[in-house]
């Protein structure tokens, strides 16, 4: 393996053409894996407007808005590592709501957002209709390994030095579960797409020597 240094705005083209290349039955879904501290989100985000360009319909999709309700989601407490890394997402409705419908055999009505962490109910958002050939991203943590069916992944990996240093110091009780991830998971080690991320200001592509 080798590694690419590269400029944030050259990752995100990069990445742009390299996705809206992708052909697949209905819609290709693609995952943006990283913790908090990596800004997975971020990256999603500005990856819209060029996939746009490219002439590929686009919806993001935060898997932040797909967590399970507080009683569940907190029934061991705030800050349980274990729980958070097991539990916290509801895969089961990310799946039915957006990945399932947006697969080769899948109606294309995605609901963009499932619950309101911050109000604890349902989000009420509207179905977005995605084309054939869209592309819908989804973006969060602990999204791999799961069994959840992506098209393509991509993973934002730190070391534990820098997850320590970058996560906010409100977050740091989810570090365990992020060690776990990575030895349980493992997950750059099959992502289809493995950029590093110590440092937002200069990222680097892990590519096959």
Request: cysteine-free; glycine content about 8%; aromatic content about 6%.
């Given at each position: 393996?080798?590694?690419?240094?590269?400029?944030?705005?050259?990752?995100?083209?990069?990445?742009?053409?390299?996705?809206?290349?992708?052909?697949?039955?209905?819609?290709?879904?693609?995952?943006?894996?990283?913790?908090?501290?990596?800004?997975?989100?971020?990256?999603?985000?500005?990856?819209?407007?060029?996939?746009?360009?490219?002439?590929?319909?686009?919806?993001?999709?935060?898997?932040?808005?797909?967590?399970?309700?507080?009683?569940?989601?907190?029934?061991?407490?705030?800050?349980?590592p274990d729980?958070?890394?097991?539990?916290?997402?509801?895969?089961?409705?990310?799946?039915?709501?957006?990945?399932?419908?947006?697969?080769?055999?899948?109606?294309?009505?995605?609901?963009?957002?499932?619950?309101?962490a911050a109000?604890?109910?349902?989000?009420?958002?509207?179905?977005?209709?995605?084309?054939?050939g869209g592309?819908?991203?989804?973006?969060?943590?602990?999204?791999?390994?799961?069994?959840?069916?992506?098209?393509?992944?991509?993973?934002?990996?730190?070391?534990?030095?820098?997850?320590?240093?970058?996560?906010?110091?409100?977050?740091?009780?989810?570090?365990?579960?992020?060690?776990?991830?990575?030895?349980?998971?493992?997950?750059?080690?099959?992502?289809?797409?493995?950029?590093?991320?110590?440092?937002?200001?200069?990222?680097?592509?892990?590519?096959?020597?």
């Open positions: 393996m080798r590694v690419r240094p590269i400029t944030p705005e050259l990752l995100v083209a990069e990445l742009a053409d390299r996705l809206a290349g992708v052909a697949v039955p209905g819609r290709l879904r693609v995952a943006v894996d990283g913790p908090p501290a990596a800004e997975p989100d971020a990256l999603a985000a500005a990856l819209v407007d060029p996939l746009r360009a490219a002439g590929r319909p686009v919806l993001h999709v935060r898997a932040a808005d797909f967590l399970r309700p507080a009683s569940t989601r907190l029934e061991h407490g705030r800050t349980n729980a958070y890394y097991e539990g916290w997402v509801d895969e089961a409705g990310l799946r039915r709501e957006v990945l399932d419908p947006a697969g080769p055999d899948g109606s294309g009505r995605l609901l963009p957002s499932l619950w309101d109000a604890d109910r349902a989000s009420r958002a509207p179905y977005v209709d995605l084309p054939p592309v819908v991203l989804v973006s969060g943590a602990l999204l791999l390994g799961g069994g959840l069916p992506f098209d393509v992944t991509v993973h934002l990996v730190l070391s534990p030095a820098a997850l320590g240093r970058r996560t906010d110091p409100e977050l740091r009780w989810t570090l365990p579960a992020f060690a776990r991830y990575a030895d349980e998971v493992d997950p750059a080690s099959f992502a289809d797409v493995v950029v590093r991320a110590d440092d937002p200001r200069h990222p680097a592509l892990v590519e096959a020597a």
